[in-house]
């Protein structure tokens, strides 16, 4: 008898509990949907290398903000998952500049999202937004914080355009 309970306790983390199978689900999802503007992960020197290029009054060689940036920054407002998970399934669905909590670089470098998540089930707008959630990890003061470290603007004056939240936080 014990020794059944202990084996069950050692094979049942083994089979795919439902957070292993949304995971899976909502990478599909992101894949098939999403990263074709929002690529999955973009490091800090990449993204100074973007910022560089639209300060130069150069054309952004992305689409949109990258994945790793926009899960921290839409945390950052709606940091409980139940929050995040309806802010992200209603905003890909019927997306717009006020509700947006990206930087205004954003809206301004990309524009308002196109509303991608109509042509989407219930389902995989849940399991997409689970995805993001989970898959990325951090703050976003960190992520800024680094993502500063060298080279404020381009000729060291001023703020970064990249600092100057969209809105405040409402707390
Ligand atoms: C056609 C390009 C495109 C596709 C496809 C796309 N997005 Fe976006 N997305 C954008 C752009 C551009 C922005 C930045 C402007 C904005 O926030 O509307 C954005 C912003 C976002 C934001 C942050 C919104 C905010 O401002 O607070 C989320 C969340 C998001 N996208 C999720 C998704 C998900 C999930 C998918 C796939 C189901 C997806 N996007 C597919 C272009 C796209």
């Given at each position: 008898?014990?020794?059944t309970?202990?084996?069950?306790?050692?094979?049942?983390?083994?089979?795919?509990?439902?957070?292993?199978?949304?995971?899976?689900?909502?990478?599909?999802?992101?894949?098939?949907?999403?990263?074709?503007?929002?690529?999955?992960?973009?490091?800090?020197?990449?993204?100074?290398?973007?910022?560089?290029?639209?300060?130069?009054?150069?054309?952004p060689?992305?689409?949109?903000?990258?994945?790793?940036?926009?899960?921290?920054?839409?945390?950052?407002?709606?940091?409980?998952?139940?929050?995040?998970?309806?802010?992200?399934?209603?905003?890909?669905?019927?997306?717009?500049?006020?509700?947006?909590?990206?930087?205004?670089?954003?809206?301004?470098?990309?524009?308002?999202?196109?509303?991608?998540?109509?042509?989407?089930?219930e389902?995989?707008?849940e399991?997409?937004?689970?995805?993001?959630?989970?898959?990325?990890?951090?703050?976003?003061?960190?992520?800024?914080?680094?993502?500063?470290?060298?080279?404020?603007?381009?000729?060291?004056?001023?703020?970064?355009?990249?600092?100057?939240?969209?809105?405040?936080?409402?707390?």
């Open positions: 008898m014990k020794k309970f202990l084996g069950l306790a050692f094979v049942l983390p083994i089979f795919a509990t439902p957070s292993e199978e949304l995971m899976k689900k909502g990478y599909e999802v992101f894949k098939r949907s999403c990263s074709a503007c929002h690529v999955e992960y973009m490091s800090h020197k990449e993204m100074r290398q973007v910022r560089m290029k639209v300060m130069k009054g150069e054309k060689p992305i689409q949109a903000p990258p994945m790793n940036m926009v899960a921290l920054r839409v945390k950052y407002f709606y940091p409980e998952e139940d929050e995040f998970t309806e802010f992200v399934k209603d905003y890909i669905t019927e997306p717009m500049r006020e509700k947006g909590v990206c930087m205004p670089m954003a809206f301004k470098l990309f524009g308002v999202m196109p509303p991608i998540g109509k042509a989407l089930s389902e995989e707008k399991a997409v937004a689970y995805w993001i959630y989970h898959r990325y990890k951090g703050s976003w003061e960190e992520m800024m914080k680094k993502f500063n470290k060298h080279g404020r603007g381009m000729h060291g004056h001023g703020k970064s355009i990249m600092e100057r939240p969209a809105l405040q936080r409402k707390d």
